[in-house]
């Protein structure tokens, strides 16, 4: 979503009209709230260096368990 609009209506003409296959009437007919609801729930957030960071310091890498031959 770009800051100054606030939502991207690019991006949800392309998810409920290409995606949804709705035809613009009914698009433009739905409110933002009605639009998400169709979309169902929203995918989690990419995980940025902070995350990372975190689970590697959670699960950090040891010695393999597997013999070598």
Same mark, same amino acid.
């Given at each position: 979503? !770009? $800051?100054?609009?606030?939502? *991207?209506?690019?991006? @949800?003409?392309?998810?409920?009209?290409?995606? +949804?296959?709705?035809? %613009?009437?009914?698009?433009? $007919? #739905? !409110? %933002?709230?009605?639009? &998400?609801? #169709? +979309?169902?729930?929203?995918? %989690? $957030? %990419? @995980?940025?260096?902070?995350?990372?960071?975190? #689970? @590697? &310091?959670?699960?950090? *890498?040891?010695?393999?368990?597997?013999? !070598?031959?």
């Amino acid at each position: 979503m !770009t $800051a100054e609009a606030g939502f *991207d209506w690019p991006a @949800m003409m392309r998810a409920g009209i290409a995606g +949804l296959g709705l035809s %613009p009437d009914a698009f433009w $007919a #739905l !409110t %933002p709230a009605e639009l &998400r609801l #169709l +979309l169902g729930p929203a995918a %989690p $957030a %990419p @995980m940025d260096r902070d995350r990372l960071s975190d #689970l @590697m &310091r959670a699960f950090p *890498d040891g010695p393999s368990k597997t013999p !070598t031959p």
